[in-house]
């Protein structure tokens, strides 16, 4: 991913790739479509990250950590792969905010499905997703530009927002 | 002085309601200082005395929004909801309708600067507002860590729908940023 998407061509993709032509058309229209099969599924996996760190995990798993702590040991500690790594740089460095907000959509899609017991009304639950989650995204975007790290303290805002506000929900999310 | 304070003023807000048009015909990449200009019915010489190229130009003007945005939800959340309910009630709103189209068209084409920042811009504003407020000095602010998240979390989630603002929208909105600030600092009462 040393190129910007424009640049990269269908021919060089499939050299690399070491994919035929007419294999490649029968599953994908222009090098956009792989794009976003890519970023689709990236942000199912930032999906299930966010789930996770919101509403499971031990309470205090992630006490013991610094503060800020090296991107790559984030990478890690959330579960995404080294392909993952180089997706993200890509993303972050293009500001490729799409697929960030495809996330942040998918999550509050996930979120509004079990608003029946949260003392919150639904506008205040899809506010509040939204709201937190766009703080979490700019500010790893600005720490991961500055010095290529991350705020734990942000996964702790996280879920003391969610936790707080959300918990009733998220026995319906385990079980 | 103070003529030529004017001046810059009516230049800069003619130039603005020329990019914005042009800004929703075409990309921006395509649109040159001499389309601009004719556009704006002002001379290229006079375009470069305030900025050195269209870059710049467009930099400035996305600065200018930002800090108009961000003196409005200032202003709410200094005022209450008093000053929210009061607003909503007289349509009157520091971002005119010329603005929000322009930052309608800056959202659409994802524009962007690397390597400059709008969170400098915006954080002394509310500095300001803090000192003015709550005593906090700068460097006060700027080490709290949930200040700056609050800053950020509520400056991207407005200008998500400061495009397409209607007073109903902002209302909700804001009542629900009052909720998430007491909740987040429970010892600053707004």
């Known amino acids: 991913m040393k190129k910007q998407i424009d640049e990269i061509t269908v021919s060089e993709l499939i050299k690399t790739a ?10 994908y229209h222009d090098i956009y479509d792989v794009f976003e099969e890519i970023t689709d599924e990236f942000a199912e ?3 299930n990250v966010m789930l996770y760190l919101v509403f499971s995990g031990k309470e205090g798993e992630f006490d013991g950590y610094e503060n800020t702590i090296d991107f790559d040991t984030a990478m890690e500690l959330f579960g995404l792969k080294d392909a993952d790594k180089v997706l993200v740089d890509y993303l972050f460095r293009t500001r490729s905010m799409k697929t960030f907000h495809l996330v942040v959509e998918r999550f509050r899609e996930v979120v509004k499905n079990y608003t029946q017991n949260t003392p919150l009304d639904s506008q205040q639950a899809d506010y509040y997703t939204k709201f937190v989650m766009n703080g979490v995204l700019y500010s790893s975007l600005d720490d991961y530009k500055e010095n290529k790290s991350f705020n734990m303290q942000l996964v702790k805002l996280l879920r003391s927002f969610s936790i707080g506000e959300l918990s009733e929900r998220s026995a319906g999310l385990n079980g | 002085m103070d003529n ?20 929703s015909r075409k990309n921006y990449k395509d649109i040159s200082v001499k ?8 001379s290229r010489a006079a375009f470069y005395l305030h900025f050195d190229s269209i870059e710049d130009f467009s930099f400035e003007c996305s600065q200018y929004l930002i800090k108009k945005i961000t003196s409005q939800m200032i202003f709410w959340l200094d005022g209450g909801r008093e000053a929210l309910d009061e607003s909503c009630r007289k349509s009157n709103l520091i971002i005119d309708e010329t603005d929000r189209e322009l930052f309608g068209c800056y959202l659409s084409q994802e524009i962007y600067f690397p390597g400059k920042s ?19 000095t700068e460097e006060e602010c700027r080490s709290n860590g949930k200040l700056m998240f609050f800053i950020r979390a ?8 400061v495009a397409d603002y209607n007073s109903k929208n902002m209302a909700r909105d804001m009542k629900h940023v009052f909720m998430i600030w007491d909740r987040l600092f429970p010892e600053y009462k707004l």
Do not use: Q, W
């Open chain 1, 18 to 27: 070491d994919v035929g032509k007419s294999t490649f058309y029968r599953y």
């Open chain 2, 154 to 161: 509520f400056s991207a989630s407005i200008m998500d729908s």
């Open chain 1, 45 to 47: 996996r930032a999906l």
């Open chain 2, 118 to 136: 709008s969170f400098n811009t915006i954080v002394p504003m509310y500095c300001e507002f803090l000192n003015r407020r709550f005593g906090l």
């Open chain 2, 35 to 42: 389309e601009l200009t004719e556009y704006a019915k002002m």
């Open chain 2, 4 to 23: 030529s304070y004017n001046d810059n003023l009516r230049t800069h807000r003619s130039l603005r309601k020329a990019y914005t048009v042009l800004l």
